[in-house]
């Protein structure tokens, strides 16, 4: 059983910053990429940004400049620095990771439950 417990959402002015963590529990054996994805009301949920266990990096073009994504792989934890903010950013943000939960299974992808990012022009 795994879980994936997404914090740091909220309503922030536009040009603030927030931070979002995501943190992995339950039986792990490792986990790859990890990643974040949002979805605005009516809207496909889309990439922000992976980051695999080596800490190679991927962002979509949203996310360029403005989002940091980083992992802490000793804390199963993969965070979202967010700045300069606008109102476009509004959504729900979506934890995502590749987990190996057993030696005989391959690798599943988890989500969490999501976390809401509300920017107020």
């Known amino acids: 059983q795994v879980q994936l417990v997404e914090s740091g959402g909220g309503l922030v002015q536009a040009g603030g910053s927030l931070r979002l963590s995501c943190a992995a529990s339950?039986?792990?054996?490792?986990?790859?990429?990890m990643g974040w994805y949002r979805q605005a009301p009516g809207k496909q949920r889309e990439l922000v940004a992976t980051?695999?266990?080596?800490?190679?990096?991927n962002y979509a073009d949203l996310a360029k400049g403005r989002f940091t994504i980083s992992r802490d792989n000793a804390k199963n934890t993969v965070y979202l620095q967010m700045n300069s903010l606008k109102p476009e950013d509004t959504a729900d943000y979506y934890c995502?990771?590749?987990?190996?939960?057993?030696?005989?299974?391959?690798?599943?992808?988890?989500w969490g439950q999501g976390t809401q990012v509300t920017v107020s022009s």
């Open positions: 339950g039986t792990i054996i490792s986990i790859n990429t």
């Open positions: 980051t695999t266990r080596n800490g190679n990096t």
């Open positions: 995502s990771a590749l987990i190996t939960t057993s030696w005989i299974e391959p690798a599943y992808q988890y």
